[in-house]
């Protein structure tokens, strides 16, 4: 006797939910720190501290390590301060300059156009890889949100604490491998960059995905 053909298995498509917007990110207050000391570069580099026609190339490569290691994993390094902006208030939204330590204020503008803010016992942030303000038991967000573009301002702390040493050694050391190698291949071309496996391959276990929300439709 044979068998009954078998049911057709569901499909499902991602379907991308929620705002495309981009959301904004500004960087307010000092400078940023530098991920590796100039003597500990100039160490490693064999350079003699008498020798100081190289000081602005070191320095200068350095800061391109701390962008690029920042900007491929998505982490924020030494502590700084940022503000971003929403449109409206959602029940939870995902800040992306993680490790965020601290939430320093939620303000929003208010159907009079006068700054409010958000006392700090309404929300709580997750300490997962993908940090999410969310509303606290019993909490609510406010109504009377101004119907504007950006009329709410996050500010908050990210970083993994506010000197070198609270950095993870991975990361420093994958900054010296690529400062070396941009110092010392410095002139030559390659389609692949001049960043050396050890520090690629630090960066990609560090890398936070770039994930978007979806849900399956059936």
């Known amino acids: ?39 500990e570069v100039q160490c490693r580099l064999g350079i003699s501290a008498t020798h100081t026609c ?30 971003t902006f929403r449109d409206f208030f959602t029940p939870s939204f995902e800040l992306r300059r993680a490790p965020i330590s601290v939430i320093n204020s939620i303000k929003y503008k208010d159907d009079n156009g006068v700054i409010q803010t958000v006392p ?7 300490q997962t890889q993908y940090q999410r303000v969310f509303l606290r038991p019993e909490q609510s967000w406010p109504s009377d949100v101004a119907q504007e573009p950006e009329a ?13 040493n609270s950095v993870p050694s991975d990361i420093r050391v994958a900054a010296l ?36 929300i979806v849900h399956s439709e059936g």
């Open 54 to 83: 190289n000081n602005i190339f070191i320095t200068d490569f350095i800061r391109a390590a701390t962008l690029f290691g920042e900007n491929y994993t998505g982490l924020t390094f030494i502590n700084r301060t940022f503000v």
């Open 152 to 164: 709410i301002e996050i500010e908050f702390v990210a970083g993994f604490g506010n000197g070198l």
């Open 1 to 39: 006797m044979p068998h009954a053909p078998l049911a057709p298995l569901p499909t499902f498509r991602a379907v991308v939910t929620g705002s495309k917007k981009p959301f904004r990110y500004l960087e307010i207050g000092a400078v940023p720190a530098l991920l590796l000391r100039f003597t």
């Open 120 to 126: 700090n016992t309404v929300y709580d942030i997750t």
């Open 177 to 212: 491998a690529h400062v070396v190698a941009m110092f010392t291949n410095a002139g030559d071309c390659c389609n692949d960059g001049v960043i050396p496996h050890i520090a690629l391959d630090t960066y990609k276990q560090r890398k936070i995905l770039s994930l978007k």
